[in-house]
């Protein structure tokens, strides 16, 4: 059974940082493209950082490219994204995906609030 299973959100205030964790089951984690997205109510949802197969290639939205790092741990079946100098517009509900040509995995997200 298919599983990914996103852990680390919470609150923090401005310019905290949380590491979030996207932990996957059931699938050939190494062979898929990680993405981590986030959604607000109300908005469309929102591609935030990528990471190739082999950790070797990212990209990043413009609105966290300097604060959000993505890694992978293929041996852990463990994609992580670490958050910076977080800031209120980075309040969302945080969700990965697992991507491999038309198959795509999805996790039920976890929250992120950033108030003081």
């Known amino acids: 059974q298919v599983q990914l299973v996103e852990s680390g959100g919470g609150s923090v205030q401005p310019g905290g940082s949380l590491r979030l964790s996207c932990a996957a089951s059931?699938?050939?984690?190494?062979?898929?493209?990680m993405n981590w997205y986030r959604q607000t109510p109300g908005k469309e949802r929102e591609l935030v950082a990528t990471?190739?197969?082999?950790?070797?290639?990212?990209n990043f939205a413009d609105s966290v490219k300097g604060r959000f790092t993505i890694s992978r741990d293929n041996a852990k079946m463990t994609v992580y994204l670490q958050m910076n100098n977080l800031k209120p517009e980075d309040t969302a509900v945080y969700s990965c995906?697992?991507?491999?040509?038309?198959?795509?995995?999805w996790g039920k997200g976890t929250l992120v609030t950033v108030s003081s």
């Open positions: 990471i190739n197969q082999m950790g070797t290639n990212t």
């Open positions: 059931g699938f050939t984690f190494s062979i898929y493209y």
């Open positions: 995906n697992a991507k491999y040509g038309a198959v795509d995995y």
